[in-house]
């Protein structure tokens, strides 16, 4: 709560600068600031950086470098035997440390060590935390005043503020696309690691999975089977199942809502529509374990066909639902984009309504929908939570929809979920079964890419 009272406090000298640095550049330009390089609202800006802009990098600096300093000094600070410690015991009791410092109750402490070093982690945290108030709210006052002082008629504040706004989308344009390097970098070691173990065409090929292996060198257990075949079936099989739910359904509703829905009617159903959207998957897990898939295990008994209760079926009906509002409300966007005049102009050689949807509105509109419908398939494959609920966790090699498969993300999530050592090819076939799914996104993406620049040739 201290740290969310120093922001709002920071922030509202920002504001005080801004309209510091405004006044100031109205005094200074003379009447109707008609003297000014730029407009007054940009000298406020200008200021507001000045008083922001250090203060914000100062708190971002000392939160990365305080658990540095902090820990180090709550270690010189232990007694000799605890020092003494190996790493993994000291790394316990320095967890325990900080869980009783943020807490502030000693009662459940282990010994009077830990509850000792508990209370000068505490005292710590405390003084660096104001210190670092106070420096932050020092700097921001004196920022303000620097900047104020130095606005004269000939400043270029808008040049200099756009400056620093240019250098802020250039650092967060480096940020997300280091961090995509740091995850295929991350995926691809941990993948590489299992390739030396396992042979990558085992993997590709083989037909059998079942990842269970011995934890120790004593102990009897299986060798394990890493083919990922049945895995990429059973994502492939949902998710076409899905698609057949989706795309029909939700193509359908985006031509209705932009071509034939009155205003009205469009203005109530569209928002209904994207609802589904806002629910959560783990919710339609529910609806998939509690109602779709007894509905159809019994719809089956009454027609002879045996339904398995995590069917195929169930799950990519379900994960077709959810991505209705994927493919709708972009195709219904994109067409709504189409220009009229291309209408009218089918209209004037005489095509029908339909005729039109179908020749004119629909081809110049195919880049979004095919973006959209491509996107709706990489949140298929990449669906997590509604395939844990309703999908088998055991791999089979089926292309039977009413039978129980598996999916790649289900299988990550069982390989993942503890306490895993990842020295193991059990847990780092995980890291392989990501990689597979991140290049078939990037291949679903250059496809995507692909299909836009043909037919936006053709229909600009």
């Keep these: 709560m201290q740290f969310f009272t120093l922001v709002a406090v ?92 943020a807490s502030g109750n000693y009662q459940h402490a282990s010994g009077d060590v830990a509850a000792t070093a508990a209370d000068h982690y505490r005292t710590l945290r405390g003084i660096s935390f104001a210190a670092m108030a106070v420096m932050s709210l020092i700097l921001a006052i004196l920022g303000g005043l620097y900047g104020r002082r130095y606005i004269a008629p000939d400043l270029r504040a808008r040049n200099r503020v756009e400056g620093v706004v240019k250098l802020f989308l250039i650092a967060s344009s480096t940020v997300a696309i280091f961090t995509t390097i740091g995850i295929v970098l991350s995926l691809l070691f941990e993948s590489l690691q299992f390739f030396r173990r396992v042979p990558i065409t085992d993997f590709l090929f083989g037909l059998d999975w079942s990842p269970q292996m011995a934890m120790r060198a004593d102990q009897v257990g299986s060798s394990g089977a890493f083919g990922a075949i049945p895995l990429f079936t059973g994502t492939l099989l949902i998710s076409v199942i899905a698609m057949l739910v989706a795309v029909p359904i ?68 379900v994960m077709g639902i959810m991505i209705i509002p994927f493919i709708s409300s972009l195709s219904d966007d994109v067409i709504t984009a189409v220009p009229d005049s291309l209408r009218q102009g089918a209209y004037g050689l005489g095509a029908t309504r339909s005729e039109t949807i179908k020749q004119v509105v629909i081809p110049a509109a195919l880049p979004g929908i095919i973006g959209g419908i491509l996107l709706a398939i990489s949140r298929a494959i990449g669906e997590t939570m509604i395939v844990v609920m309703a999908a088998g966790l055991s791999a089979h090699l089926t292309a039977n929809p009413f039978e129980a498969v598996t999916t790649v993300t289900v299988q990550i999530v069982t390989l993942l979920v503890g306490d895993q050592e990842f020295d193991s090819p059990k847990t780092l076939s995980a890291f392989a079964l990501g990689l597979v799914l991140f290049l078939v996104t990037l291949g679903l993406n250059i496809v995507a890419l692909n299909v836009v620049r043909k037919y936006r040739e053709k229909y600009d």
């Design 10 to 101: 920071l922030l509202v000298l920002t504001a005080v600068g801004f309209r510091m640095g405004r006044s100031r550049a109205l005094q200074v330009g003379g009447p109707k600031a008609a003297s000014l390089h730029s407009l007054p609202n940009y000298y406020g800006y200008y200021v507001a950086l000045w008083c922001g802009l250090p203060a914000a990098l100062l708190v971002a600096v000392w939160l990365i470098c305080e658990p540095f300093i902090v820990h180090s000094l709550v270690v010189s600070a232990l007694p000799p035997e605890a020092q003494a410690l190996p790493p993994a015991r000291l790394s316990l009791l320095m967890n325990e440390v900080r869980q009783l410092g």
């Design 250 to 317: 939700g193509l359908m509703s985006a031509i209705y809502m932009a071509e034939y829905a009155h205003p009205r009617f469009r203005s109530v159903a569209k928002p209904l529509l994207e609802v589904l959207a806002g629910i959560p998957t783990v919710v339609y897990g529910f609806f998939a374990v509690l109602t779709v898939a007894p509905f159809l295990r019994e719809t089956g008994a009454s027609l002879g066909l045996s339904i398995a209760s995590e069917s195929a079926m169930a799950t990519g009906i």
